[in-house]
């Protein structure tokens, strides 16, 4: 069975083997629908609008919700801060489920 890899980003090529997202509501979309997928590589600035920390709350809720307890990623996101951000909240969640 083929791993489901998510990549957020609005800008960069998408790696081979990985399914697309651009921004927020398409991140949104796809975990509703597909559940969440085996890896997610996160950007954090994505244009206008909602960025990759916040797709990164709406996952924690997501598992909460749903009893995950791990979240495999990384973060590509060029944005010191916001990469921090988003690990922080990840590992943390990670640790602490």
Request: hydrophobic share 30%; glycine share 6%.
């Amino acid at each position: 069975m083929q791993s489901k890899r998510l990549y957020l980003d609005d800008l960069r090529p998408t790696p081979e083997g990985f399914e697309r997202v651009y921004d927020f509501k398409e991140f949104v979309n796809y975990i509703s629908q597909n559940g969440l997928p085996d890896f997610i590589s996160f950007d954090h600035d994505l244009g206008e609008g909602k960025t990759g920390l916040d797709c990164a709350k709406f996952l924690v809720e997501y598992c909460l919700d749903n009893q995950i307890h791990k979240i495999n990623f990384q973060v590509h996101s060029q944005n010191p801060v916001g990469k921090e951000n988003i690990e922080f909240l990840l590992k943390n969640f990670n640790k602490n489920h």
